[in-house]
T-cell receptor, first 109, second 113 residues
């Protein structure tokens, strides 16, 4: 069974610091990778998508993909209290998305 | 541009009952995927509909069924409800049968008593 693994946290980071979130996946043929943010009681919101090895930056967010290591990460620079949420990693596998259980991120003022 | 809308927002049912959840896809999107998210877990893929046909199914029993209409809106039906069916049910829309990127509705919180 295809799996996506994330550290459940909580990950506590001081305001203004860099938050680093990690995800590993088992399906070697996966081509599309996504990071979603989910606030408590709300639905997931797409933050980043990445399809090629390397880094992709969007504002304060950087996604990093290493297909050889089957590893994808999300960096959040200048962390803000509003970044406190659960971050979900999703990986495409056979035309469906396989999701990790999410990492709870807490930004301390 | 109209986003994904789901109804109802909350629902309480008892074991053995049946439920229908509804989803209107984002304008221009012809693919709808349904997910079940239990508390503290990531979403679990139930199935996907593309141009009114089921286009993939996760590890859910046949009592979970669906439908997509010509306007690309969709329904999720669950028969013989069980306590473990209590969850947030999410609908996401996308283009052309591909799973990405997906835009989620606000979800339906289903509680089984």
């Amino acid at each position: 069974q295809k799996e996506v693994e994330q550290n459940s946290g909580p990950l506590s980071v001081p305001e203004g610091a860099i938050a680093s979130l990690n995800c590993t996946y088992s399906d070697r043929v996966s081509q599309s990778f996504f990071w979603y943010r989910q606030y408590s009681g709300k639905s997931p919101e797409l933050i980043m998508s990445i399809y090629s090895n390397g880094d992709k930056e969007d504002g304060r967010f950087t996604a990093q993909l290493n297909k050889a290591s089957q590893y994808v990460s999300l960096l959040i620079r200048d962390s803000q209290p509003s970044d406190s949420a659960t971050y979900l990693c999703a990986v495409d596998s056979n035309y469906q998305l396989i999701w990790g259980a999410g990492t709870k991120l807490i930004i301390k003022p | 541009e109209t986003g994904v809308t789901q109804s109802p927002t909350h629902l309480i049912k008892t074991r053995g009952q049946q439920v229908t959840l509804r989803c209107s896809s984002q304008s221009g999107h012809n693919t709808v995927s349904w997910y079940q998210q239990a508390l503290g877990q990531g979403p679990q893929f139930i199935f996907q509909y593309y141009r009114e046909e089921e286009n993939g199914r996760g590890n859910f029993p046949p009592r979970f069924s669906g439908l997509q209409f010509p306007n690309y809106s969709s329904e999720l039906n669950v028969n013989a409800l069980e306590l473990d069916d209590s969850a947030l049910y999410l609908c996401a829309s996308s283009l052309d049968g591909e799973p990405q990127p997906q835009h989620f509705g606000d979800g339906t919180r289903l509680s089984i008593l």
